[in-house]
């Protein structure tokens, strides 16, 4: 729709009236008159928008201001002549009416059972007692008798009715009435409960039917928005129609399916009035994309593109202001009258004109049926019970409000002895009255109406099945066919894929890089003795790296869990295509990224320069990326959650890595371990590479592989391979130097070359479908959602908390079944005393006044202005409501006045209390955001304590502060959530929790963003009443607020109107009744009708909706000529002048509330709090080092002393450079959610980036300590460490050791985590960071092979000082005795002894003869201490203190560079 206002008359105009409020059922002609009004509304504010914008629309949508031009768009001509179309060409209708009988839902958890968090003592506890528990549920699985009942309570008690095609259904309740159970139950979306009892028919076909083969006609729209962030509005709509269009037989003749999708689309864009977003982000929480009303319709949008017919709306307006609810509503009243839809919906704060275009209503208290009829006689009916309603209360609002114990009133001479109160009672009352007499009288009439006339029935499967696209199956529940739905899956990800530039960008960069880094390392290799097993090496590292690199792929298979619910519960696709698609989608992007490295490693190492072995060698290396690809995928789709699926790779990893047959060959495995060579993709794929290699070439024996050779200074050998010399090269033959290639890896790995297509490729190729295979059927037979049934989780009650819970309920207990009034009056004089220091005492309030606001925010093509010359102000003592239109700037205003912009350009005059804002303003002032980011881990009392404790002058006692924040729970009503884990609580929960930690703050002044969206009436009103009772002890609060009623409107002393573009309206009094605001726009033309709520009606008078403006001058113009304008600039003076000028008792200027040590303590206390709460994190990183410890261990288990044993020893040591491999790659999400939190306290000033920074790390240490222990204890014992000089201390030595590199892990997860403004984009610096670490610590490339032009970086790594530090302590001293196969034979020349002809050889370079004295068959063995190994590896037993302090300073420069980076990235646009 256009955004600017176009005509003269109200959408409730004098033209067209709206049909009778007193007619519940809508006939023809009033149809007709709201579909014919409708239609001009949209038709004429089109035509005027057409003519009065030329603009052109902009390619990037903002969040606050929309497009002008469009098209005409007239809504009658379009759904007519498409409906009159539809029947000529024979297209069958669907209308579907739902009967529901005895409807009973069940959930596990009896009466009063609470769910306890799980804590890493009791996961720790549970791992040792896991066996028994086993052992226990086969017991029980194979003996019936010995299953526990688990008990069940209802949420839903026996409910019956029947709503018709054509009708519309308002479900209200309290929250946890059911309301939601109920609609989910209708739509058939039953998996989060035990039991679903009853009958549910639908055109009188079963829900076990509709379920099994019409899923996507019965669709439920959820309350949250849930979309793939980096999608336009005109991509998420496009992709479900795509899987939605309907066959060549459901469509008109002659329309392709590319013309149904766009007329489609853009209707629903125009209907809902978000044309102008099409090009935008959808955005969420940290995507910038539209705003929350908008992402809302979108929402609603997706759901209608289904063009399902029972449709189910969970609150679809939250987040709509008034108008344009109401456009919604009615856009859904017409679409349901015209098209036979039948349409549920339970709807918060529904105002009198929403409430009105119903048919049907039913009110829910706790789960039982209290009333089900007519909209028009529910009130009549309620107030015939005895239930007083009050004057301007809406009818919704009252009629919920009956069913709130805190809130009704009774009518005059009326009490709860004779006035049905209970749930139960008021059930009873009901199911006597003759609504309910009447509603089983339609019900079973209705019923058997469907089982002798079947058309609507028959006519429905036949349009179902004229809807499917050639090729389906009639019974499958979708639309379009398997691979359509993969086809349009794969566009998905392809347009998410080159969208998502940064990473896109970073991937391809950090490839290369890693490739650049491999190639350089191994950089030029010949075709030498020198370059044989470093061929191998750099085979191994360039695979690995490619191979592992996929372990990225698991987090991303969890992330768009939420989506791929909602999508395969619309039926649009089936869940196994997803993961198709996905391979399917990335094969592109890795192919070219991967070939790219290949090209650099084999190409700059020098492999063996042909085309045969290059393509050979990047088959393979992609093959094998491809199945690790779907290996990791497996474990994402199979795992609830991150860290188990991070638990199970890591048992394989290990041994992926130990067993590929290049760390231990094949014939040297264990036998009880060698098969898991056999069953190890990543040894089929490296075997492969070295075949291909290694039969392309061959060797010259030179250098250390000549024995005896010359030492330095010595010239008495043979340079090249004499005669009296043997090469120990593998594979080489007695009197040669050329070492062919295919010997080398037969005898040195048992390697036959002729595998290399008929076994290891076919392997590979196999394992890559075996995996594809276990996705789809995981994916589709074993979906894992995450998120399931909303339980509410507990935090188990201490001595103090159970008493303030019980103090708690007790005042509870006082107040129920009488008004607020009668309740404070019974309050106790020592209560009454409690309550005057605790919450109300006077809050020091200070007037805020803001001049000449603008805002501009940069967009591609210059910059955009959102706030035009904004003028206001706040007093203490009085509420400001801020209003406009969903995209009028609401937001954005009150993120400026705030000073929670960072991006942008501000400009005007923002004063508190007639001073310049200082140092201290954000900390003494409280915002609560829309988005409610919270720690998930605090229970709500812990998360208030938290805030007052930290936002509360130090002066005042903790005992205050306590009880301050029990006056919030009880005033919140939060009394029987205390002790619940923020992270369980439901959406209205949250947001009074929000608007809770930001009062526990006590500020002086008090900014809120929509407080009421997503409460009931009755939760809105007791806040709005809450905050007035705030502002009446001085408080100065500025609030947004959407869709409020009349009387809540009354509650605020002035209102600030904007409209779009950031242009103010109105800024002054309301008045009772509102009648100052009433009066200001009746003397420009727009007169309010006495029975309509003012709030909307000024929404609709400055065009706000759908609606054309009253008159024809922009209200902006009204406004700046009016004497109101003036005396606002006036009374801004007036305050200004009026305000202390007296500095006198000037205190020191603070950013924060309370002292550094007092912040630290309690971040400390709140991270240990949560790491206890979590031990899915804290015991996998504990399983996880357990687990690679023992399991590299029983591979090298009792370590002797012959010559493999040394080599064995130091890769036993080497795999202790995998922790922090480990600790970052669980740690960096951890990191980056904290931060997500900390962004929203920090910008509240609650404590500083340093504590946050300081406080993550010191919580990460005990358990860090721990997991040291345990990674030491598994190494050093079962391998038997300790057996050179060093002895036991050497042993402790490396306890000191291995808790370093455990920090130096912790402390570079928790930097990279700071620097990378996502969790998508810091695992991807893992692989660099830890390649380099790895490959030039000295192991793989020894320090005399290295390039000197690479020998800094070997300096530099601090896995040097690692290797160093623990070979040196564990080889010194350590004596070493060659086995037979291990010594190398050679003959000395006639007539000398096997000393005297080697005598220089072994001076110079080491080792011993097992037969010095023998003429012939000299047997020689490399080394003779442990020390021959190390020292000419630059390696130094004197120095270890100093290396292992050296890789302590490295840790601690982690620390200062992640606190820096605290401090100056935040990475939080907004």
Not at 47 to 63: I, R, V
Not at 325 to 349: E, N
Not at 1026 to 1054: E, M, V, W, Y
């Amino acid at each position: 729709m256009a955004d600017s206002p176009g005509d003269d008359r109200t959408l409730r105009g004098d033209a067209t009236p709206l049909p009778d409020s007193a007619a519940h059922h809508i006939n023809i002609a009033d149809a007709e008159a709201q579909f014919n009004e409708l239609e001009r509304v949209l038709s004429i504010r089109s035509q005027q928008a057409a003519s009065d914008h030329t603009d052109k629309p902009s390619k990037e949508g903002d969040l606050e201001a929309g497009e002008k031009g469009e098209e005409p768009f007239d809504l009658r001509a379009y759904l007519s002549s498409s409906n009159d179309a539809h029947q000529k060409a024979g297209i069958a209708h669907k209308h579907v009416g739902v009967t529901w009988e005895n409807l009973q839902v069940d959930v596990v958890g009896g009466i009063g059972h609470k769910i306890y968090v799980k804590t890493f003592g009791q996961d720790a506890l549970g791992f040792w007692l896991y066996p028994f528990r086993l052992m226990h549920s086969v017991l029980q699985t194979a003996i019936p008798a010995l299953r526990p009942d688990l008990p069940l309570s209802t949420i839903l008690h026996p409910s019956s009715g029947l709503v018709k095609p054509g009708e519309m259904c308002l479900v209200l309740g309290c929250p946890g009435s059911g309301c939601t159970t109920f609609l989910k139950a209708i739509a058939n979306d039953r998996q989060d409960y035990a039991r679903v009892a009853g009958d549910i028919r639908y055109a009188g076909i079963d829900a076990h039917e509709m379920a099994k083969y019409y899923k996507g006609e019965v669709v439920y729209n959820e309350e949250d928005d849930r979309h793939i962030a980096t999608l336009t509005v005109a991509q998420t709509l496009g992709f479900a129609l795509s899987l939605k269009t309907p066959g060549p037989k459901g469509r008109l003749p002659g329309m392709s399916r590319k013309e149904f999708d766009q007329t489609v689309r853009d209707t629903l864009l125009r209907m809902l009035n978000i044309s102008h977003t099409a090009n935008t982000y959808v955005g969420d929480e940290f995507v910038r994309g539209v705003s929350g009303g908008e992402r809302k319709r979108v929402s609603i949008a997706e759901m209608m593109a289904t063009r399902a017919h029972v449709l189910c709306f969970d609150n679809s307006t939250r987040g709509l202001d008034a108008s344009t609810a109401l456009d919604f509503i009615k856009a859904m009243r017409v679409m349901t009258d015209l098209l036979g839809q039948t349409t549920f919906a339970t709807l918060y704060q529904a105002g009198e004109s929403i409430y009105e275009l119903f048919d049907k209503v039913i009110v829910l208290d706790k789960g039982r049926q209290v009333y089900f009829g007519p909209p028009s006689e529910a009130r009549a009916y309620f107030e015939g019970l005895g239930f007083k309603s009050l004057p301007r209360q809406s009818t919704a609002d009252y009629l919920t409000g009956c069913t709130d114990p805190n809130e009704r009133q009774f009518a005059p001479g009326r009490s709860e002895a004779d006035v049905p109160t209970t749930p139960e009672q008021l059930e009873q009352a009901f199911q006597q009255s003759r609504f309910a007499a009447q509603m089983r009288e339609d019900l079973a009439e209705y019923k058997q109406q469907m089982e002798i006339d079947k058309s609507d029935q028959e006519e429905f499967r036949k349009a179902v099945l004229s809807d499917k696209k050639r090729g389906v199956s009639k019974k499958s529940p979708y639309t379009l066919g398997f691979t359509g739905q993969v086809r349009a899956l794969v566009i998905r990800q392809f347009q998410m894929r080159l969208q998502d530039r940064f990473q896109l960008v970073t991937s391809y960069s950090l490839s290369t890089i890693l490739a650049l880094v491999i190639g350089a390392a191994y950089y030029n290799l010949q075709p030498t003795s020198q370059g044989a097993f470093t061929r191998g090496s750099v085979i191994f590292a360039g695979l690995l790296t490619c191979a592992l690199d996929t372990f990225g792929e698991m987090p991303v298979q969890m992330l768009g869990r939420p989506i791929l619910r909602k999508q395969t519960g619309y039926a649009l696709y089936r869940p196994a295509a997803v993961a198709i698609a996905n391979t399917l989608s990335d094969i592109p992007f890795s192919a070219v990224r991967i070939f790219v490295y290949n090209i650099i490693i084999y190409f700059m190492s020098n492999l063996s320069r042909t085309a045969g072995g290059f393509f050979t060698y990047h088959l393979f290396i992609y093959t094998s990326f491809l199945t690790m690809q779907g290996f990791f995928r497996t474990f994402g789709v199979m795992c609830t959650n991150f860290d188990s699926a991070f638990r199970l790779a890591v048992f394989f990893i290990p041994n992926m890595i130990l067993y590929a047959g290049y760390m231990i060959p094949v014939f040297q495995m264990k036998r009880w371990l060698f098969w898991i060579y056999y069953i190890n993709p990543v040894a089929y794929a490296w075997v492969g590479c070295m075949e291909n290699e290694f039969m392309r070439i061959s060797f010259t024996c030179d250098g250390s592989s000549i024995v005896p050779r010359n030492p330095p200074g010595v010239n008495k050998y043979f340079n090249g391979l004499g005669p009296n010399q043997i090469c120990t090269l593998f594979g080489a033959v007695p009197g040669q130097d050329i070492v062919s290639g295919r010997n080398y890896v037969n005898i040195g790995y048992g390697l036959n070359v002729s595998d290399l297509w008929r076994r290891n490729f076919l392997v590979l190729v196999g394992f890559f479908l075996l995996f594809q295979l276990t996705q789809v059927l995981l994916i589709e037979y074993f979906p894992q959602y995450g998120g399931g049934s909303a339980v509410t989780i507990f935090a188990p009650e201490d001595s103090d908390t159970k008493k303030r819970n019980a103090r708690l309920q007790e005042r509870k207990a006082a107040r129920k079944g009488k008004s607020a009034e009668e309740a404070e009056s019974q309050v106790s004089e020592k209560e009454q005393g409690e309550k005057e220091q605790g919450m109300t005492r006077r809050f020091d309030g200070k007037p805020f006044t803001w001049e000449k606001v603008n805002y501009h925010v940069p967009v591609p093509g210059g910059v955009r202005r959102l706030l035009h010359d904004v003028y206001g102000y706040v007093k203490p003592g009085t509420m400001t409501a801020l209003m406009g239109a969903s995209g009028a700037g609401k937001t954005t205003c009150l993120d400026v006045l705030a000073q929670r912009k960072n991006i942008g350009v501000v400009s005007g005059t923002l004063l508190l209390d007639g001073k310049p804002l200082k140092l201290d303003f954000a900390r003494k002032t409280a915002y609560a955001e829309q988005m409610d980011v919270h720690e998930g881990s605090s229970t709500v009392r812990e998360a208030m304590r938290f805030s007052a404790y930290l936002r509360q002058p130090p002066d005042i006692s903790k005992e205050e502060k306590d009880q301050y924040v029990e006056d919030m729970i009880e005033v919140l009503e939060l009394q029987d959530l205390a002790d619940a884990l923020v992270a369980s609580l439901g959406v209205e929960a949250r947001k009074r929790l929000t608007i809770g930690v930001e009062l526990a703050s006590r500020p002086s002044l008090l900014f809120l963003d929509e407080p009421t969206s997503g409460l009931d009436g009755q939760s809105a009103w007791n806040l709005v009443r809450f905050l007035r009772k705030l502002a009446d002890n001085g408080q100065a609060i500025l609030c947004t607020i959407h869709q409020p009623s009349s009387l809540l409107i009354q509650s605020f002393d002035k209102l600030l109107l904007l409209e779009r573009g950031g242009e103010t309206v109105y800024f002054g009094d309301i008045g009772p009744d509102c009648y100052i605001l009433r009066e200001y726009f009746a003397r420009h033309g727009a007169h309010c009708p006495p029975n309509v709520n003012p709030a909307e009606f000024m929404l609709d008078a400055i065009g706000a909706g759908l609606t054309p403006r009253i008159g024809d001058r922009d209200w902006k113009d009204h406004w700046l000529d009016s004497p109101e304008y003036q005396s606002v600039l006036k009374e801004i003076e007036k305050i200004k002048h009026n305000t202390s000028s007296d500095d006198s008792q000037q205190q020191q200027l603070t950013m924060y509330a309370t002292p550094f040590w007092t912040q630290l303590r309690w971040v400390v206390y709140r991270n240990n709090l949560k790491l206890w709460r979590s031990p899915d994190y804290v015991f996998s990183r504990l399983f996880v080092h357990a687990f690679i410890s023992l399991f590299v261990s029983l591979s090298f288990l009792q370590l002797g002393n012959s010559l493999r044993d040394l080599q064995y020893r130091v890769f036993g040591i080497f795999w202790a450079t995998i922790l922090p491999a480990i600790v970052m790659g669980q740690l960096e999400p951890m990191w980056i959610l904290s931060r997500r939190i900390f962004i929203r306290e920090a910008s509240s000033r609650v404590y500083s980036p340093y504590v946050f920074a300081i406080g993550q790390l010191v919580g990460e240490m005990p358990y860090s300590l721990l997991c040291a222990v345990v990674y030491w204890v598994l190494m050093v014992y079962p391998m038997g460490f300790g057996d050179g000089t060093a002895g036991v201390g050497g042993t402790f030595f490396q306890l000191l050791v291995v808790i370093f590199v455990e920090l130096f892990g912790v402390t570079l997860g928790q930097f990279i985590g700071a620097i990378s403004p996502s969790m998508q984009v810091a695992p991807l610096f893992n692989p660099f960071i830890i390649l380099v670490l790895s490959t030039f610590c000295g192991v793989t490339i020894t320090y005399p092979t290295l390039p000197n032009y690479w020998r800094w970086l070997y300096q530099l790594t601090p896995y040097t000082r690692l290797m160093s530090a623990m070979i040196s302590t564990e080889l010194h001293g350590l004596s070493i005795t060659c086995k037979p196969d291990e010594l190398v034979p050679f003959n000395p020349p006639d007539g000398q002894t096997c000393m005297e002809y080697a005598k220089e050889f072994i001076q110079g370079f080491g080792g011993y003869l097992n037969n010095p004295n023998a003429t012939s068959n000299c047997l020689y063995c490399q080394y003779e201490v442990g020390d021959q190994f190390f020292l000419p590896l630059n390696i130094r037993y004197e120095n270890r203190w100093r290396d292992v302090w050296i890789l302590f300073a490295y840790a601690v420069f982690n620390i200062f560079a992640t606190i820096v980076a605290s401090r100056f990235l935040r990475y939080a646009k907004r």
